[in-house]
């Protein structure tokens, strides 16, 4: 495996992987590598010829409050377990190197950005669709790996492939739990033990939420109530939001009539922690 620190030199390696005819399989990272993470190299792994893994914590993502400088970060760890699971070429470039002096292009996907995780966050998710525009353009993937914890994150870069035009596919794989069900993220290592056990309460809600979908509950009002409850009978929650939307437009909707994403944030403590499922009448 090489890592690979300056954009010229993965550049030069696109190049020189296009010219073979190279179908290219890309799993865009922040590292600090869990199972979740691995679960979307190895499928890379399994589809394509050539998997390369990025490894950057995006400044453009975060806000002037949030964890930018204390996220998660282990490179040399990271490394190991991407040489063990057969990755190619690890890129992990520097800020400066994505982003040089006098940087003023971004890319924004309007509308379904101003969703969700939107609200709260203002200019994240510009951050993410422009990062991800520069891998794809400097990598140039056949495909590109997403978990569904992240599925905001999924369908925007989804619409960004479409409205310009890429000939890469978005592949989407379900989102990767601890036993006790709680969403494997980097951002679990800021949990103390009670926030950790009471965090289990998402997914307990959603599941609650399916089970009561399933068996024909129509009104999402009533939906969004029963996980409000659950959840703020937790001590250490504060609910950013509880959602019941279109899984394509992330409309807000009221009637159940047919797929819906139930979508959930929530700080436990300094966390806060995303969670969602795809469900079906």
């Known amino acids: 495996m090489e890592v690979v620190n300056s954009v010229e030199r993965m550049r030069e390696i696109s190049r020189d992987l296009r010219r073979k005819a190279k179908e290219v399989g890309l799993v865009p990272t922040m590292g600090a590598f869990h199972e979740g993470h691995l679960s979307l190299i190895r499928e890379a792994r399994r589809r394509d010829e050539v998997v390369v893994v990025s490894l950057f914590v995006n400044p453009l993502q975060f806000g002037p409050s949030e964890d930018y400088e204390q996220y998660p970060r282990d490179l040399e760890r990271d490394v190991a377990l991407a040489s063990c699971l057969g990755v190619d070429f690890l890129f992990a470039p520097s800020a400066e190197e994505i982003y040089p002096q006098r940087f003023d292009t971004y890319v924004t996907v309007e509308g379904l950005s101003g969703k969700l995780c939107g609200i709260s966050r203002p200019g994240h998710f510009r951050g993410v669709t422009t990062v991800v525009a520069k891998l794809f353009n400097l990598i140039l993937p056949r495909r590109a790996y997403f978990g569904q914890k992240d599925a905001q994150q999924a369908i925007i870069v989804g619409k960004m492939i ?94 159940i009539e047919g797929k819906v994403l139930v979508a959930l944030a929530v700080w436990f403590g300094r966390a806060r922690l995303i969670d969602n499922l795809i469900i079906a009448p």
């Open 162 to 255: 479409r409205d310009l035009d890429w000939d890469i596919e978005l592949v989407m794989l379900p989102t990767v739990r601890e036993e006790d069900g709680l969403a494997m993220s980097s951002r679990n290592l800021y949990l103390s033990q009670q926030e950790r056990q009471e965090a289990t309460v998402l997914y307990r809600s959603l599941c609650w939420a399916a089970e009561r979908i399933k068996a024909g509950e129509k009104e999402a009002g009533g939906i969004r109530e029963g996980i409000r409850e659950m959840i703020c009978s937790m001590p250490s929650a504060r609910i950013d939001y509880i959602s019941v939307v279109d899984p394509e437009t992330l409309e807000e909707i009221e009637r």
